[in-house]
């Protein structure tokens, strides 16, 4: 129930009723209420779908797996409350993000005082978001700080993971708005002389995205952004885009060693293989989640060259995820070379 139900309701209270004397809450009550509070959650899994309640439960907690393990209630479509067992199980679950289910982004928000679910918005997630094409005087955590501070409210930065590999980078975690469009390049005038450096954005772990608007919790085919899907559909666009979507750096850069570790690493593999954040076993119960991929898998996974053709239309690529987005959002087909 919305904020101006509950206040058009109260509003029909008889004069008697709203004057009528309050009673203070028991210390004990408060403090109980609060220590309840403290250990609790509240999440949103965003998109037009409505998710399927104990499929959800059982998925996160085979995913978290945190110490004491979770209470999950549906509160109402797509809506959730966490309750931990522990301070740690919860960090650990807020700083671990993102989540997804079923390849939709869940946000999740800290309850606080006399805070109703109703007024909360989740809008707002943090992810990791690699900053790529910087120069070598870009590389210190001061500039990772004023450049994350472009994209969203800075959380942290990383310059370590970033060192290694063919591209030089620089990690920062950011909370971003999810209703606004993600960012895809950072423009700045380093030296001060007017001479522009274009830098480049991937979000690890990241849903897939409309590429029309750049937004989350949607596709190009439900947009509601009128106009022409052209431009979204161009092999230069669907390109940028693919590559906006990244997983985390390889764990030895991240993880240090133990168990902790090789659960990032499952996550990771599964995230890779399946666009998912969960075990295998744990996503077996979510239906059919998994045999739209697979399909994608099937087309795009021949090595070379693919074709990709449909009317007076083709397109050449090696890359498996190109010819798989072409082909859906163009309504064409593949074709063996
Ligand atoms: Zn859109």
Redesign the pocket.
């Known amino acids: 129930m919305s904020e101006t139900d509950i206040a058009s309701l109260c509003h029909a209270l008889s004069i008697g009723e709203k004057e009528s004397p309050a009673k203070i809450l028991d210390g004990n009550l408060k403090n109980r209420g609060e220590q309840r509070l403290a250990l609790s959650l509240v999440g949103k899994v965003l998109g037009s779908k409505v998710v399927n309640r104990e499929a959800f439960r059982d998925v996160m907690q085979r995913v978290w797996r945190v110490s004491g393990g979770v209470e999950i209630e549906a509160i109402e479509d797509n809506v959730f409350e966490f309750q931990f067992k522990n301070l740690e199980a919860r960090q650990r679950v807020l700083s671990g993000g993102p989540w997804r289910f079923d390849k939709a982004l869940l946000v999740l928000e800290e309850p606080s005082g006399t805070s109703e679910i109703a007024n909360m918005e989740f809008n707002r997630t943090e992810f990791w978001v690699q900053i790529h094409n910087l120069p070598i005087l870009c590389m210190s955590e001061e500039i990772g700080l004023f450049l994350g501070n472009m994209i969203g409210e800075v959380r942290n930065v990383d310059l370590e993971a970033g060192k290694n590999g063919s591209s030089r980078f620089i990690r920062v975690r950011v909370g971003i708005k999810v209703d606004e469009p993600l960012k895809r390049s950072l423009r700045v005038d380093l030296l001060g002389d007017g001479k522009i450096t274009t830098m480049l954005l991937r979000y690890e772990r990241v849903p897939d ?7 989350l919790g ?3 085919g ?4 009128t106009g022409d899907n052209r431009k979204a559909t161009t092999e230069a666009n669907i390109r940028l885009c693919t590559w906006m979507r990244t997983v985390s750096p390889p764990k030895k850069y991240l993880y240090g060693s133990g168990k902790g570790r090789k659960e990032q690493g499952m996550r990771d593999w599964n995230e890779d293989r399946y666009g998912f954040s969960g075990t295998r076993e744990a996503s077996r119960s979510q239906g059919n989640w998994r045999s739209k991929q697979h399909d994608s898998d099937k087309d795009g996974g021949r090595k070379g060259i693919i074709r990709v053709v449909g009317g007076k239309e083709h397109l050449e690529t090696s890359d498996p995820k190109i010819a798989c987005a072409v082909k859906k959002w163009r309504h064409l087909w593949f074709c063996r070379s």
Not at 209 to 215: G, S
Not at 222 to 225: D, G, K, L, V
């Open positions: 995205f409309c590429y029309k608007c750049n937004r949607h596709n190009i439900e947009c509601s952004n």
